[in-house]
C-alpha cells in the first residue's frame, strides 16, 4: 500500500513519539510509542483494541494534537450505515432544484440528472470528510465493534486504498492520506479482511507507577502520597466483580475532586462521599462500600 507522494512522515522517531505525545497530554510507554510510529511510517491505519476507559480514543485526540491534525471522528453505533458514515445526498435540495428546473424552462429528468447529481447536493460524512482533505487529518473510527457487522465492508475500500466511490460520481481517491485509528471494546470479533488492513494494539490498565505518573502530570497540584492511595483505591475498585470499572479519566475526575475539596488524605469518610466520582451504578457503590468497608 504506497504512501501518496505528497504525505511525509509525522515521526521522526520512537522517541519522537513519546515526546509530542507526552506534551500533548497523554503519557504512552514504550509499546504503544513504537506501535504508533511504525503505523504512520508504514501508512497502516491503527486498531486499538482494549477495555472501556483504557484511552484509546484519548490516544487518537493526542495524535491529532501532536500532529496538528484535525480530527474527525466517526461513532460507530448499531443501525450505522453508509449514509451516516460516507455520504449522502441532499433529497430535498435536489427536489427543489428539479421544481425550479421544470418550472422555469421546462426541462426534463434527462437534462437535470447531471446537474443534481454534483458536488453541491452531496452531504460529505466523516469517511469521506477525511478522503476529501488535503490538510493533515486523524480519522477515529470509534468502538467500530458496536457497528453492525456489514459497516466493516464499507471500511475496507477506505482502509485498502484511501479512497471511496461513488456510482454518481466516480472514485474519489485521497490525495493526502489520513492517520486512522480504530477502536474498540472487544464485544464481538471484529473480522479479519478488517484486521488484516490494520496493525493491532492492545491497550489494558496502566500499571500503578504509569497511572500515578499521569495523575501527577494531569492534576499537578495534587500531593504525591494522595496520589498514591487514589491509585492504590482506584486498582482495588477494578479488582472487584464490577458493572463498570473506573476509566482512567475517572482516576482523574477523583483526583480534581479530591483536589478541589482540599482533602489530604482518601480515608473512609473521603472515599464515601466521592465514590460516586468513579462508580456510576448503586450495585458497584454497594459493593465497593463493602469490601472497602466504608460507612
Not at 484511501?162 to 485521497?174: D, H, K, N, W, Y
Not at 504525591?224 to 476509566?247: F, H, Y
Not at 483526583?255 to 468513579?278: C, H, I, P, R, Y
Amino acid at each position: 500500500m504506497p504512501r501518496p507522494p505528497s504525505q511525509s512522515p509525522h515521526f521522526s522517531s520512537v522517541t519522537d513519539v513519546s515526546k509530542r505525545l507526552s506534551e500533548a497530554g497523554y503519557l504512552p510507554d514504550a509499546q504503544i510509542a513504537t506501535t504508533v510510529f511504525l503505523a504512520d511510517r508504514l501508512g497502516k491505519p491503527l486498531l486499538v483494541e482494549g477495555p472501556a476507559g483504557t484511552g484509546k480514543t484519548e490516544l487518537a485526540k493526542a495524535l491529532a494534537t501532536a500532529t496538528s491534525s484535525e480530527l474527525i471522528r466517526l461513532q460507530c453505533y448499531e443501525g450505522l450505515d453508509e449514509a451516516r458514515a460516507l455520504y449522502e445526498w441532499n433529497y430535498k435540495k435536489q427536489l427543489l432544484r428539479i421544481q425550479a428546473s421544470q418550472a422555469g424552462d421546462g426541462a426534463d429528468w434527462d437534462s437535470v440528472h447531471d446537474d443534481i447529481f454534483g458536488d453541491e447536493f452531496l452531504l460529505s460524512r466523516p469517511l469521506l470528510t477525511a478522503i476529501r482533505r488535503t490538510d493533515p487529518t486523524v480519522l477515529l473510527i470509534d468502538e467500530t465493534d458496536k457497528a453492525d457487522v456489514e459497516v466493516e465492508g464499507l471500511l475496507l475500500e477506505v482502509l485498502s486504498d484511501f479512497q471511496v466511490t461513488i456510482p454518481e460520481l466516480g472514485t474519489i481517491t485521497a490525495t493526502r492520506r489520513p492517520m486512522v485509528i480504530l477502536t474498540s471494546n472487544a464485544t464481538r470479533e471484529l473480522s479479519e479482511a478488517l484486521k488484516r488492513r490494520c496493525l493491532y494494539l492492545a491497550l489494558d490498565y496502566p500499571s500503578a507507577d504509569r497511572e500515578r505518573e499521569i495523575v501527577l502530570s494531569r492534576v499537578p497540584d495534587l500531593a504525591p502520597g494522595l496520589a498514591d492511595q487514589l491509585v492504590k483505591t482506584v486498582r482495588a475498585l477494578r479488582a472487584m466483580e464490577l458493572k463498570k470499572s473506573p476509566s482512567i479519566s475517572e482516576t482523574l475526575d477523583w483526583a480534581q475532586t479530591l483536589l478541589e475539596l482540599g482533602l489530604d488524605t482518601l480515608d473512609e469518610g473521603a472515599m464515601s462521599s466521592t465514590l460516586g466520582v468513579v462508580l456510576k451504578h448503586a450495585s458497584d457503590q454497594q459493593r465497593a462500600a463493602a469490601e472497602l468497608r466504608l460507612n
